[in-house]
T-cell receptor, first 113, second 115 residues
Framework: GAVVSQHPSRVICKSGTSVKIECRSLDFQATTMFWYRQFPKQSLMLMATSNEGSKATYEQGVEKDKFLINHASLTLSTLTVTSAHPEDSSFYIC?????????FGSGTRLTVV | QKEVEQDPGPLSVPEGAIVSLNCTYSNSAFQYFMWYRQYSRKGPELLMYTYSSGNKEDGRFTAQVDKSSKYISLFIRDSQPSDSATYLCAMSQKNSGGSNYKLTFGKGTLLTVNP
């Protein structure tokens, strides 16, 4: 499977600021990457599908203006949480893969204070 | 009814026990079935992947799919303390655009294997 690197692993930011999370596919040209959010003791919920060179596809209920996704190359997708609020505090995870055996990044723990 | 149901546990077993983890699903469109292991504060790691009814074995792990009953299981033999983690079932189907496969996860079962 693919090797996925996600950075940073932890970030604490002030309410109202923006935070950028990077997801890199190290050995796989990923035309598509996926962004998930996981709240404590909850499952992973798909937020959006990141498409290289085109707009991301957001799941119902996810604000596209708040969670900005950029997939400028086949190896890098970024998720920017804009004007973060405490309720955005969560574990954000990216993944790559096709049809099966998705590989996940190590996740980013975001805490908004 | 949620698309994927998984008992969150927690499940505590002694070392060496056989562990059985289960998920049920309601969406007949699911084509691929996976089990992931997630350690605390880490991303999920793929353990098993199957696409047809029946059993698939890999070392101490056996994945079982029963499409007629919409039921999947993961069995862990000779469980070890290092197996202590959250186990997530996941299922995929093509998304509405038809170009990608969308994963739907169960809530995860927290397993503790005691030495």
């Amino acid at each position: 499977g693919a090797v996925v690197s996600q950075h940073p692993s932890r970030v604490i930011c002030k309410s109202g600021t923006s935070v950028k999370i990077e997801c890199r596919s190290l050995d796989f040209q990923a035309t598509t990457m996926f962004w998930y959010r996981q709240f404590p003791k909850q499952s992973l919920m798909l937020m959006a599908t990141s498409n290289e060179g085109s707009k991301a596809t957001y799941e119902q209920g996810v604000e596209k203006d708040k969670f900005l996704i950029n997939h400028a190359s086949l190896t890098l997708s970024t998720l920017t949480v804009t004007s973060a609020h405490p309720e955005d505090s969560s574990f954000y995870i990216c993944s790559v893969g096709v049809s099966r055996g998705y590989t996940f990044g190590s996740g980013t723990r975001l805490t908004v204070v | 009814q949620k698309e994927v149901e998984q008992d969150p546990g927690p499940l505590s077993v002694p070392e060496g026990a056989i562990v059985s983890l289960n998920c049920t699903y309601s969406n007949s469109a699911f084509q691929y079935f996976m089990w992931y292991r997630q350690y605390s504060r880490k991303g999920p790691e793929l353990l098993m992947y199957t696409y047809s009814s029946g059993n698939k074995e890999d070392g101490r792990f056996t994945a079982q799919v029963d499409k007629s009953s919409k039921y999947i299981s993961l069995f862990i033999r000779d469980s070890q303390p290092s197996d202590s983690a959250t186990y997530l079932c996941a299922m995929s189907q093509k998304n509405s655009g038809g170009s990608n496969y969308k994963l739907t996860f169960g809530k995860g079962t927290l397993l503790t294997v005691n030495p």
